[in-house]
């Protein structure tokens, strides 16, 4: 959550599928890759590497306007679908793959790279997975994430948060000097 409105849209490294608006182009220009069976974890992150090398740049609103309510209690989940491992398990080398943690040489099985110079980088893309690393302060590879990410590049301070975490962390240590 931010901290306070902003004037106008904010940054961001990173794109989201729950939360995603733009032209329609964006799908004949980077397609939602159908190869990618009950994966959860690497989605957002092979699309947004996608999107970005593309061209595409992302943006959040300059208020909260949307909340994503986390538990799946109340419905059903893909989680819940028998025998899926083996798909989910192809999904996840693929997106390894696109990611450059795997390479074609490390026994990836054919199933996973269905289409893949389709729904790849492209050699032909604006910018590259490196320069994604590099502007973003992800390293797939090496599994490495530098501050500037988590924060998408901005200072902490326009989060909500960060703001919460300072007035505890100021309470405790009133608390701690009047003890």
């Known amino acids: 959550l931010l901290n306070h409105p902003f004037g106008g849209p904010i940054s961001s490294f990173f794109w989201v599928s729950g939360f995603s608006f733009s032209s329609g182009s964006i799908v004949s220009e980077v397609p939602y890759d159908p190869h990618l069976p009950h994966l959860f974890f690497g989605e957002e992150s092979t699309m947004s590497v996608r999107l970005w090398c593309q061209g595409w740049d992302f943006f959040a609103p300059p208020q909260n306007i949307v909340y994503h309510l986390w538990e799946r209690e109340h419905r059903p989940s893909f989680r819940e679908i ?6 989910e398990n ?3 080398k693929r997106a390894k793959f696109i990611l450059g943690i795997l ?8 199933e996973a790279l269905i289409e893949i110079d389709k729904y790849n980088i492209s050699p032909l893309s604006l910018r590259t997975l490196s320069q994604y690393e590099d502007y973003t302060g992800v390293c797939f590879k090496d599994s490495k994430i530098l501050p500037k990410a988590y924060n998408s590049g901005h200072k902490p301070e ?4 960060y703001v919460i975490n300072q007035v505890i962390n100021l309470a405790n240590l009133i608390n701690m000097n009047q003890n």
Do not use: G, M, R, V
């Open 82 to 87: 028998p025998d899926k491992s083996h798909l």
């Open 103 to 110: 390479n074609k040489e490390e026994n990836i099985e054919p």
């Open 158 to 161: 326009i989060f909500l948060d």
């Open 90 to 92: 192809i999904s996840q």
